[in-house]
T-cell receptor, first 117, second 113 residues
Framework: EAQVTQNPRYLITVTGKKLTVTCSQN?????MSWYRQDPGLGLRQIYY???????DKGDVPEGYKVSRKEKRNFPLILESPSPNQTSLYFC????????????????FGAGSRLTVL | DQQVKQNSPSLSVQEGRISILNCDYT??????FLWYKKYPAEGPTFLIS?????DKNEDGRFTVFLNKSAKHLSLHIVPSQPGDSAVYFC????????????FGEGTQLTVNP
């Protein structure tokens, strides 16, 4: 089954304790991205990656790191989590072949709810 | 600044009636628009899209209308069904940015039996 898999789905942690949220896709997609969803703010992009070893900041990158060493994986790293990073996080991927093919359609993971105390 | 805005946080309609969800955007470079649906405890799923060269796209019960001069798009669901109850996100992208989507705040649609 074609899918984007995120882990963990739920996590409660404390301020300053480094954590990694993993993301893996099995569709051979070039493009991967991380979003956070907060009430009243919708989905905001954190980081994205056009391909292996190519990453760039989204709209709210502060406090996050990413890496893209393999095409299928795109982990999100919180080096020193703070309470304002309490949120629902989504990983997504797409083919990125151009507009006409509908390749802008993102496939999302099920989400990772993170609470930082 | 919020480049994509959904001004109605919630909408409630009766089963069988039409649901109209609205979305406004400010960036004139946006040329591809999408609607996503999200159920609780699941990720958003793609619903329907429209390119800026069109003003209407239809897929079964779902139709998206685009008014470029007003920088406004809407999603019509006819007839509405209880299973349509979900949060709907409007999203937009520029051709040059490919898959980089900018999302609105979302609208919670409730369809009452």
């Amino acid at each position: 089954e074609a899918q984007v898999t995120q882990n963990p789905r739920y996590l409660i942690t404390v301020t300053g304790k480094k954590l990694t949220v993993t993301c893996s896709q099995n569709m051979n997609h070039e493009y991967m991205s991380w979003y956070r969803q907060d009430p009243g703010l919708g989905l905001r992009q954190i980081y994205y990656s056009m391909n292996v070893e190519v990453t760039d900041k989204g709209d709210v990158p502060e406090g996050y790191k990413v890496s893209r060493k393999e095409k299928r994986n795109f982990p999100l790293i919180l080096e020193s989590p703070s309470p304002n990073q309490t949120s629902l996080y989504f990983c997504a991927s797409s083919l990125r072949q151009g507009l006409d093919s509908g390749a802008n359609v993102l496939t999302f993971g099920a989400g990772s709810r993170l609470t930082v105390l | 600044d919020q480049q994509v805005k959904q001004n109605s946080p919630s909408l409630s309609v009766q089963e069988g009636r039409i649901s109209i969800l609205n979305c406004d955007y400010t960036n004139s470079m946006f040329d591809y628009f999408l609607w996503y649906k999200k159920y609780p405890a699941e990720g958003p799923t793609f619903l329907i899209s429209i390119s800026s060269i069109k003003d209407k796209n239809e897929d079964g019960r779902f139709t998206v209308f685009l008014n470029k001069s007003a920088k406004h798009l809407s999603l019509h669901i006819v007839p509405s069904q209880p299973g349509d109850s979900a949060v709907y996100f409007c999203a937009a992208s520029e051709e040059t940015s490919g898959s980089r989507l900018t999302f609105g705040e979302g609208t919670q649609l409730t369809v009452n039996p």
